[in-house]
């Protein structure tokens, strides 16, 4: 549709351009006609001209009009809204069209000539005015009629995320946004309000409603930085469509996106739906398109324990981008502040390094308590055009420091074990493999703590001390199902596997429990093949496939993929046990876990008599020294409860309105009680979709599985078919054992509180008394007061609830000395009820007494960007523009195009005055010649 910032300019346009009409229908009118025989002989030399002279009359009215029509237009500074291109220009021909017309018919002398002329006007005017309706005239509100006169409210969404802060001599991509967003607000008219929103967030609460003058909205933008965090096109699209609700006295809303339009993001197939709720919008990109970085992409421990007899081995990935040069990366490790290893790395361009540092650690651990060490790589590029974002350049986390790490192991035999007398338990080759046995007075002293019981043996005191249980060869759990229930529903990690005297049937008696139990699958009463003992002339062994091989449980960090699976191809197997991972065995599963969260949120009965009784207590389901007090499990049941509260008081609410009077619009604000059920259903589908159970391996024959896992509310089960020291396979003498090391490490790691989070992710800890409020030290050296919260109904804590910035952040005590080290701090939450507080020197002063890390998606630092065209095909939409670089955003908005055309309508008048006296001077010229003798 057409549209005009002054649109009574158009309209004196319209009316000026009908005056050359008039006046010539005027002038006929003003002299009559009257028959002269002396005139008869000049009709001969009149007739030869007539045509001419007809001709030149009328293109010299259309000139004159179309000059004071394109005037009007220019003055009213047209622009064009939606519609399509063929309909915009069939518009303007029949415009010319009728326009035509209407000169013809006041030329023409002939009856016939008029009335050809006008039913070609009145058919120019129908279709003008079909085309004005299709093009949207009848839209009179909203967005796409704004001006650039009319106050409006501008949303602007400022991309502030890690690679905005990529950059050259020029300046960074951020610097340009910042300038740009600066130009738009001194270009809004009067009257208008302005929304700044970061779109990666601030360390600092932002408003999320208008500022009120223009002046707030530029300190804004001025006070906004660079975090480290994503800034995705869903969040712009979510950010833009809930502050667009806001502020109802402006009803025009002007949506601008600034952005560097980082490819790993916006590469986005489902961007035009995104957008497709938003009136207006237009996406500016920022910055130079250059990508070279030299960025370090990750930084773990290996297995996520350092061991204080053995070195640890540190692996960091360094990453170099597309667009860039080779060059020369020199990075060192630093351990507590102080450097212990260095490398230098040769990089070429879209190459991925693994480094390794190989680091001891000397201090002193308590062997009950974890020990926390602050782990920092530095890189830095001989080549500074190969490296645009420094940010990136830095990563840290805390790794924690451990000894005599506390696993029981559970077979046939326990601690009566004995291999000269041939009493060897299923276990014994993963007690060796985590613990091997040495006489060796310097014989280093092993991370693990093995604690040996049999199944009748095992008690709460022996599994409330345990970061993992293994259970291996045992015939049936029998009464130890209850108390191996709790401690992994309570977050324990177990190691189920068979051989020995594993019986399935037994199991599935003991331990199934409808798939309530210790299971994650059922099993069927007959086994996969037999022993070499058993069958020694039928042996059918089998092995395990590598397709199925994809967990990260198989993948190492340095080794080929390929020799990987190979590896496990190798293994001859002789028994398992058959696991049924059947669709239909998976549905039930999913069904009965429902059923149980929902009683344990308190939103019904839901499952059976018989099921409720297997559910534990809550009183008596807290004897697991490692429990988190808090887990988004507990978080997740609890806002169930919630809302079904809401749903109960809603009801009573709205039996009451049926014999009290109220306002309509109140009723209509409460959710039908279907509305709730179907919420409520969908979050505990979701829920129980989180304990479906996985194959991580399968053997060769009948694709049957070799390793489950399964989440059993906060805890974790894992289920190998086979045996590990009997013979019912060979994995015992090949390296495929360290599967088994890996896998016990990572699990006895679990158990660990969390100190490492992403950018952005909500930290909490747990207050060591529900008054005591503490400094929180920012990485980028800020800091407040953090007081404690309720983490749930009975549970209080510290939260942090996004942290933007990469780094450490620091929980000191007030009046603490902020330059002791915080992350040799031993306090965790949930660990054990000490504070973790410990005295300096002088006895006054308290030290830092917890400490995260937290670290930058890298994501944010592939710098490349994708190109306008390609994002404008992603958006595929009429109220979506995406600018080109340099071009500025529009206050008629991102819908609105043409808003050149004043200046075009401004070329057609003088086009229009030029011609015109052309054939003008000819007319005269000419007359003239004829009066010649």
């Known amino acids: 549709m057409f549209g005009f910032d002054a649109y009574s300019f158009a309209i004196a346009g319209l009316v000026a ?4 009409l008039l006046i010539h229908l005027f002038n006929r009118r003003r002299f009559r006609q009257v028959e002269w025989a002396a005139m008869d002989f000049l009709r001969k030399a009149i007739e030869r001209q007539k045509r001419i002279l007809h001709l030149r009359d009328w293109l010299l009215l259309i000139l004159r009009m179309s000059a004071l029509i394109c005037l009007g237009l220019a003055l009213a500074r047209p622009w064009i809204s939606g519609g399509s291109a063929w309909m915009t220009s069939l518009f303007v021909v029949a415009g010319l069209v009728g326009m035509a017309g209407m000169a013809a018919m006041a030329i023409n002398q002939g009856f016939k000539a008029r009335a050809i002329a006008a039913t070609v006007s009145l058919f120019s005017l129908v279709a003008i005015c079909g085309l004005w309706w299709s093009l949207g005239a009848g839209n009179t509100g909203g967005a796409g009629l704004a001006s650039s006169l009319n106050p409006v409210h501008a949303i602007l969404i400022l991309d502030n995320s890690r690679s905005m802060g990529a950059g050259v001599i020029s300046g960074t991509r951020w610097d340009a946004a910042r300038k740009s967003s600066l130009e738009f607000l001194s270009s809004l008219p009067p009257g208008s309000r302005a929304t700044v929103l970061p779109l990666a967030g601030s360390s600092d609460s932002w408003p999320t409603d208008p500022f009120r003058s223009m002046d707030d909205a530029r300190q804004a933008i001025e006070q906004i930085r660079v975090a480290d965090t994503i800034g995705s096109p869903r969040l712009a699209a979510e950010l833009a469509l809930e502050a667009s609700r806001t502020s109802t006295d402006l009803p025009v809303k002007r949506v601008v996106i600034f952005s560097d339009l980082q490819g790993a993001l916006w590469k986005d197939a489902s961007l035009k739906e995104r957008f497709e709720e938003l009136a207006d919008v237009q996406i500016v990109p920022c910055g130079t398109a250059d990508s070279g970085n030299v960025h370090i992409s990750s930084l773990a421990v290996e297995d996520g324990l350092i061991s204080v007899e053995t070195p640890a081995r540190i692996i960091a990935r360094i990453e170099a981008g597309a667009d860039q040069t080779p060059t020369t990366v020199y990075a060192r490790l630093l351990a507590d502040r102080t450097e212990v290893a260095n490398q230098v790395i040769p990089l070429l361009p879209n190459q991925q390094y693994e480094a390794e540092f190989f680091w001891s650690y000397d201090g002193q651990v308590d062997p009950e308590r974890p020990q926390w060490v602050e782990l920092t790589l530095e890189i830095s590029s001989e080549t500074p055009e190969a490296d645009l974002l420094l940010a990136d350049n830095r990563r840290t986390i805390l790794a924690p420091v451990l000894t005599a790490v506390p696993i029981v192991f559970v077979d046939q035999w326990g601690e009566q074990a ?8 299923e276990t014994e080759a993963l007690q060796h493999l985590l613990a091997p046995r040495s006489t060796s007075e310097f014989a280093h002293r092993p991370l693990y703590q093995v604690i040996r019981r049999r199944i009748d043996e095992l008690d709460q005191e022996t599994l409330a001390q345990a970061r993992c249980v293994v259970i291996a060869g045992i015939e049936r759990p029998g009464v130890a199902t209850q108390l191996l229930l709790e401690y992994v529903r ?9 051989g020995g005297e594993f019986d399935p049937r037994g199991w599935m008696e003991d331990a199934w429990l409808d798939g309530e139990g210790l299971l994650p699958l059922p099993l069927e009463t007959e086994f996969l093949g037999t022993t070499p003992e058993e069958s020694p002339s039928q042996l059918s062994p089998f092995a395990i496939t590598s397709e199925s091989l994809n967990s990260e449980l198989f993948q190492v960090e340095g080794e080929d993929p390929q020799a990987i699976k190979s590896l496990f191809e190798s293994v001859l197997f002789f028994k398992a046990v ?4 059947s669709q239909e065995s998976i549905d039930a599963i999913l069904q009965s876990v429902q059923q149980r969260l929902a009683f344990k949120a308190g939103l019904g009965s839901g499952s059976s008599a018989d099921q409720q009784s297997r559910l534990p207590a809550a009183q008596t389901v807290n004897w697991w020294n490692w429990r988190a007090p808090i887990t988004p499990l507990r978080q997740e049941l609890q806002q169930l409860a919630e809302l079904k509260r809401t749903e109960h008081d809603q009801f009573q609410q709205k039996s009451t309105d049926l014999t009290q009077p109220s ?31 996985q194959v991580l391996a399968r053997y060769s024959t009948d694709n049957l599985p070799f390793l489950i896992e399964r989440q059993v509310e906060d805890g974790r089960v894992l289920f190998c078919t086979s045996g590990i020291t009997s013979d019912w396979n060979l994995i015992r003498l090949s390296p495929a054992m360290f599967m088994y090391h890996r896998l016990l ?3 006895a790691s679990q158990s660990l509180p969390q100190r490492n989070f992403e950018a952005g992710s909500r930290i909490q800890w747990l207050a060591p008394t529900t008054s005591d409020s503490l400094l929180l030290k920012r990485p980028e050296g800020s800091v407040n007061v953090v007081s404690v919260e309720a983490l749930s109904s009975d549970v209080y804590g510290y939260i942090v609830r996004r942290p933007v910035m990469s780094g450490l952040y620091e929980f000191q005590s007030q009046g603490s000395d902020a330059s002791a080290n915080p992350a040799r701090d031993e306090s965790t939450p949930g660990d054990d009820s000490q504070t973790g507080n410990q005295s300096t ?3 006054t002063e308290k030290r830092a007494i917890y400490s995260v890390a937290v670290s930058a998606p890298a994501i944010e630092s592939s710098l490349e960007t994708l190109p306008t065209d390609e994002l404008a095909e992603l958006v595929s939409s009429t109220h979506v523009r995406v600018l080109a670089a340099g071009e500025k955003p529009l206050l008629t908005g991102g819908s609105n195009r043409g808003q050149s055309l004043w200046q075009l309508a401004i070329g057609l008048m003088i086009a229009s005055l030029l011609l015109e006296m052309f054939v003008a001077s000819r007319r005269t010229f000419s007359g003239r010649k004829g009066a010649q003798p």
């Open 841 to 843: 020197a002088s006895g």
């Open 490 to 498: 309570q977050g324990g990690p177990l190691l189920i596997c068979a």
């Open 578 to 581: 058959k696991a049924n991972a």
């Open 17 to 20: 351009a009908a005056s050359p």
């Open 663 to 693: 306002e309509p619009q109140s009723r209509n604000l409460l959710a039908s009680p279907q509305q709730f059920k179907t919420q409520i259903d969908e979050r505990l589908s979701q829920l129980a979709r989180r304990e479906t159970p």
């Open 745 to 747: 490490t990572q699990m």
């Open 418 to 425: 004995n291999a000269a007398k041939g009493q060897i338990g």
